[in-house]
């Protein structure tokens, strides 16, 4: 069975740091997503990670995937309070099974 | 853009009674979840359907049901409601394909008294 585990899963920091998210997975898939979420709303895709060694960068934020590793990687640039949201990494099996969450707070 | 569109925002409704969530996508996917999200729990699938007219049970279908009748509609039911299944509610499309992208509706708060 497929497990998907993120960490941490709280996160606070100040505006302008830099921080990792990590995504591990159990078993063998070339598909990852990452998604955000507000409070109260639904979630909103921000990558899809297709293939070992893709990287994909979106403002402050990069996603890359190793598949031999089983680890994705949510990279945050600067942060800003706009990033303040829970971050959701999610591993195609025969369907989308997701971590726990992180729930990001950025600081001024 | 994928639009996937659900019935309702906000639900008030009393146990015992008969529930039905609505969610609609205009992409023409053959692939459609239904999840529910609770505090330290993240996001549960409870049913899923790959094509019309077929339904697959997900990680936590007791007590619900589902009915595909057209591409377009996969409908939740809750057959008869109790408090337990107070929760947000979501839906979801998958595009297949090379990309494989899931796309989320916007949600509905059930609230069962």
């Known amino acids: 069975e497929l497990k998907v585990e993120q960490n941490p899963l709280f996160l606070s920091m100040q505006e302008g740091k830099n921080y990792t998210i990590y995504c591990n997975y159990s078993?063998?898939?070339?598909?990852l997503y990452w998604y955000r979420q507000d409070p109260g709303k639904s979630l909103e895709s921000l990558f899809v990670?297709?293939?070992?060694?893709a990287v994909k960068q979106e403002g402050r934020l990069m996603a890359s995937l190793d598949t031999k590793a089983r680890l994705s990687t949510l990279h945050i640039t600067a942060a800003v309070h706009d990033l303040s949201a829970t971050y959701f990494c999610?591993?195609?099996?025969?369907?989308?099974?997701f971590g726990k969450g992180t729930k990001l707070t950025v600081n001024p | 853009d994928v639009k996937v569109t659900q019935s309702s925002r906000y639900l008030v409704k009393r146990t015992g009674e008969k529930v039905f969530l609505e969610c609609v996508q205009d992409m023409d996917h053959e692939n459609m979840f239904w999840y529910r999200q609770d505090p330290g729990l993240g996001l549960r699938l409870i049913y899923f359907s790959y094509d019309v007219k077929m339904k697959e049970k997900g990680d936590i279908p007791e007590g619900y049901s589902v009915s595909r009748e057209k591409k377009e509609r996969f409908s939740l039911i809750l057959e008869s409601a109790s408090t337990n299944q107070t929760s947000m509610y979501l839906c979801a499309s998958h595009s297949g394909g090379e990309n494989n992208e899931q796309f989320f509706g916007p949600g509905t708060r059930l609230t069962v008294l």
């Open positions: 999610a591993v195609l099996s025969r369907k989308l099974v």
């Open positions: 078993t063998t898939s070339d598909r």
């Open positions: 990670l297709l293939s070992n060694g």
